[in-house]
């Protein structure tokens, strides 16, 4: 059974940092690309961030480039995202998502997990 579960969010002042992390259990982890994604109050969800499998290749919304950094550990079956400059429309639940083929990215994705909240305000 796929687990991705998320944590690290919290309330921090715009401006701030938070870094959010990724558990992963139930798969290959290594062998996939792993996304984050989030949802803010009353919107879609929002493609974030992705990583290839070997963490060599990374891609970022326009909205957040420059500002967030996504990593992986495979041997540990963890996702990170370093998120510095918090801005107020950072604000939402972010989760983790597992591209839905392995091997590459694909663009299509599922996520797990109730994900975890980031709060932006001062």
């Known amino acids: 059974q796929v687990q991705l579960v998320a944590s690290g969010g919290g309330l921090v002042q715009p401006g701030g940092s938070l870094r959010l992390s990724c558990a992963a259990a139930?798969?290959?982890?290594?062998?996939?690309?792993i996304y984050w994604v989030r949802q803010a109050p009353e919107k879609g969800l929002e493609w974030v961030s992705r990583i290839s499998t070997g963490g060599g290749a990374t891609a970022y919304a326009d909205s957040v480039k420059g500002r967030f950094t996504i990593s992986r550990d495979n041997a540990k079956n963890t996702l990170s995202l370093q998120m510095n400059n918090l801005k107020s429309e950072d604000t939402a639940v972010y989760y983790c998502?597992?591209?839905?083929?392995?091997?590459?990215?694909?663009?299509?994705?599922?996520?797990w997990g109730q994900g975890t909240q980031v709060t932006v305000s001062s």
């Open positions: 139930g798969f290959a982890f290594s062998n996939y690309c």
């Open positions: 998502g597992k591209d839905r083929r392995s091997g590459y990215c694909s663009g299509n994705y599922d996520t």
